[in-house]
């Protein structure tokens, strides 16, 4: 396995515009993603980048920007796009795809997704954590994966994702964590595809691998990263950072 870790990033976020270049603790957002990439150790890390000044950010830190097309309908697409461009030869045969917007994650987890991929022989790998909020049992914007386990309960396939609450009845419920590993060709392949009935009705793009019958492994960690997608988030982050220093 020769993994390459590819951060897609865009200002155009709807939410938070400017994201990747919002500051925290004196560094560009996309940037401390970027050094918790590189803390995993697990190979490479390029940051696709939408716009220039995305780049200029990661260039000015010592680190590796290609730019893409500002028009790629999904970061899954920007990833692929820039992987071709980095990796013409095909060196890289595991693609992880990190979100832009994780700035104190657990550079754990990004060993962790690789890790499960191999071993299981699946086309993608991702990770979940157990909710320990009933609140967001049916929360739409927590996305639940279904689940079926090993027999040590820390890795499995991923039967369904859904906004729902499921599955039914007693028994724990989990928080989807959108970071990705693919194999090379099953990247190729999940990009080429055309969005799905599941997908679009559910708005989550991995329902179009599972539709395609493409297979999902899945990783249980800890806890799920705080992710910024507001303001709100922001501060959170900011606030989460600066307690670390001290």
Do not use: C
Request: hydrophobic share 45%; charged share 25%.
């Amino acid at each position: 396995m020769n993994p390459l870790i590819v951060i897609p990033a865009r200002m155009a976020s709807t939410r938070l515009p400017g994201k990747p270049l919002a500051d925290i603790a004196g560094l560009p957002m996309i940037v401390r993603v970027w050094k918790q990439a590189i803390a995993a150790k697990l190979g490479p890390v390029i940051v696709a980048s939408a716009e220039r000044e995305i780049a200029d950010s990661i260039e000015k830190a010592g680190g590796i920007a290609v730019m893409t097309d500002p028009d790629l309908p999904s970061g899954s697409d920007r990833v692929f796009q820039a992987v071709e461009a980095f990796d013409p030869d095909r060196r890289h045969d595991v693609v992880v795809n990190l979100q832009g917007d994780l700035p104190a994650l657990d550079p754990a987890y990004v060993r962790a997704v690789a890790d499960v991929l191999a071993p299981t022989g699946a086309d993608i790998a991702t990770l979940v954590a157990e909710i320990d909020d009933p609140a967001d049992y049916g929360n739409p914007s927590v996305v639940k994966p279904v689940v079926t386990w090993d027999a040590t309960g820390d890795r499995g396939r991923a039967l369904y994702f859904t906004r729902a609450r499921a599955p039914a009845n007693d028994g724990p419920l989990y928080h989807h964590i959108g970071i990705y590993a693919f194999q090379r060709d099953a990247l190729s392949r999940f990009v080429k595809l055309p969005p799905s009935a599941l997908e679009r009705r559910e708005k989550l793009e991995q329902l179009r691998a599972l539709e395609a019958n493409m297979s999902i492994a899945v990783a249980r960690v800890d806890s799920v990263p705080l992710s910024v997608d507001t303001p709100a988030d922001l501060e959170k982050a900011r606030a989460a950072i600066a307690a670390s220093k001290n």
